[in-house]
């Protein structure tokens, strides 16, 4: 796996198999994407895969991780950065809490979902 890469959540039964990962890319925003596919999928969403992303750029993310810092939450850098997500928010809610934490902390982020 990248050093710029974690994996939030994974799950997989017969029905549904999910992943949720958090990254770095090379403009070194955050990026978290996650796919839910299989049968269950389709039957809630009318297709068999389930596609979801969110984007907090660069300056934005460099402000989170000093709120981070000042909370005392030891995140000084984007490894810290994703350290601290797969603590937080390794679960199947993993984006709806992150938005919710996002929204409260005054972070700006994209969201993007493809059915």
Partial sequence: MHPSMVTLYE?????????????INEKSDLLIQGVDSGELVKKLKGDFDYEYFLTIRQVDKNLLINQLKRKNMSVHNDQDLLRWLKDSFSHNESISSLISFLEKEKIKFETFFWV
Avoid: D, G, L, V
Wanted: no cysteine; charged share 30%.
């Fill in 11 to 23: 799950e997989s039964r017969p029905e549904i198999k999910i992943q949720i990962t958090a990254s």
